[in-house]
């Protein structure tokens, strides 16, 4: 059984920064396409950044200030997040799908995390 579990969250000011970690156990993460989404209370959830099995990542919200990465020996997927403003507030989820090609589309993902809370203050 795969499970995925969020850490990292909190509250910051804007301007800070936060990193997100998504620790994966009942496989490994070289085997699955892995993403972070969010959902802000109202809205719909979205994609903010994707890592392919081959290690090719994409961010879907501002490249410039989410970045994705991963650790193999700790088999945990990051997500930095800098310069964070207030619409970056939400809860933020990690998933994973067992596939080829990336993909934003939340319904093809698999195995959710249960998500973290991320609050930016202005």
């Known amino acids: 059984q795969v499970q995925l579990a969020e850490s990292g969250g909190g509250s910051v000011q804007a301007g800070e920064s936060l990193r997100l970690s998504c620790e994966v156990s009942?496989?490994?993460?070289?085997?699955?396409?892995i993403s972070w989404f969010r959902q802000a209370p109202g809205k719909e959830r979205e994609c903010v950044a994707a890592i392919a099995r081959s290690g090719l990542a994409n961010s879907y919200i501002d490249s410039g200030r989410f970045t994705i990465s991963r650790d193999f020996a700790k088999n945990t997927v990051y997500l930095q997040m800098n310069s964070l403003k207030s619409e970056d507030t939400a809860v933020y989820y990690c998933a994973a799908a067992d596939r080829w090609t990336l993909t934003y589309a939340a319904e093809v993902y698999d195995y959710w995390g249960q998500g973290t809370q991320v609050t930016v203050s202005s």
């Open positions: 009942g496989g490994i993460i070289s085997s699955f396409i």
